[in-house]
């Protein structure tokens, strides 16, 4: 177990791992402080040996680190990708390809709905995973042997974790289902944020398109502000205050510094400024343009009870074939089909469909029912 510390090593193990058919991949980071995740940790292992790369150490050059996470000749083993993939193509801008995720893949094999790393090593390997280091500063240094030891044993467990995970999907036929998932965590788009929706974020109950426009407005401006800082968005204003703001609409810097929640002497600044702007903005937008408010779905008191039924039928479904209910549906989906037999939801898509999306269907028009058989709930398709 080896910490790397140099642009050399670092090189120099990514050229060992040619011919690796596959990698386990781990970070360490922090991001209270950051807008961006500040990487400050790398754990790779491989057949034969584990390291951990210090992506803070004086002249240290990541581009053979890079470049191995975009070497599609080997798999990048990961187990709850999302964060670690945000940051590697924040750095790179590229994704680790091609690439698994355990917590997915567990999933799909039944463990339950976004299962934590160290119940599934304490059931597929039998171990236990010491977490006492678990909420180190990871970005102060020098490390411990200590710390260095509990960041590698991640990956090396994650390593069996995969090889057991990988041979059930392939004796279940599920591989595909996999494969759709991880479409959506290797698609640049899901890392991207458009400035122009970070409004969706917030929290509101006004439904005015003028208000909705000078929220947009303002969030927009918030959101490139943070960036371009690099600064977590509650750094520049809490989301509370967005909200005030667009509610109040303030014109001059006497009408903002009146506002409760904008910091006391900043109206005349250039966070002042840059406020005003932002709601003028938003103002002067034209009606056509103004932000419609989210839809919610309402439904009709008789429809409530079917929504019921489909929780018991994805529930049934989730059990019998042992796949996460999360994975095939969530509670606005059972909605969406409940109004609609159209509704555009994964459910009623692909592999979700032929599990569930059919039979939900069936469900709703009367042609499936339900009944409980020796404390099991059963499927019945009347004649």
Known sequence: MTLLENTESLAAFCQDTKGEPYIAVDTEFIRDKTYYSQLCLVQIATENQAVAIDTLAPGMNLSPLYALMADTGMLKVFHAARQDVEIF?????????????????????????????????????????????????????????KQIDYALADVIHLRPVYEKIAARLHESEREGWLEEEMAVITDPGSYEVDLRESWRRL???????????????LAAWREEEARSRNVPRNHVLRDDVLVELASLAPQT???????????????????????????????????????????????????????????????????????????????????????????????????????????????????????????????????
Do not use: Y
């Open 203 to 217: 929290k509101f109950r006004n439904a005015k398109p003028r208000f909705l426009a000078i929220l947009q407005e």
């Open 89 to 145: 193509f924040h750095l790179s801008g590229r994704i680790p390809a091609p690439l698994f995720d355990t917590q997915v893949a567990a999933m799909v094999c039944g463990f339950g709905d976004s299962v934590g790393f160290e119940p599934i090593v304490a059931k597929l390997v039998g171990a236990h995973i010491d977490k006492s280091q678990r909420f180190t500063d990871w970005s102060r240094r020098p490390l411990r042997r």
């Open 253 to 383: 810097e006497q009408e903002l510094d009146h506002g409760r929640g904008f910091p006391r002497k900043q109206a005349g600044t250039s966070l002042g400024r840059a406020v005003l702007a932002a709601v003028a903005r938003g103002k002067t937008r034209n009606p056509e343009d103004c932000p419609q408010p989210p839809v919610k779905l309402h439904l009709s008191p008789g429809l409530k009870p079917v929504v019921e039924l489909l929780k018991v039928l994805l529930k049934t479904k989730s059990e019998v074939h042992g796949v996460a209910q999360k994975l095939i549906a969530n509670s606005t989906d059972l909605e969406m089909i409940a109004a609609d037999e159209q509704a555009d939801v994964p459910a009623l898509h692909g592999w979700r469909r032929e599990l569930f999306g059919d039979d939900a269907l069936a469900l709703k028009r009367g042609e499936l029912a339900l009944t409980a058989v020796k404390n099991q709930v059963k499927l019945v398709r009347p004649s």
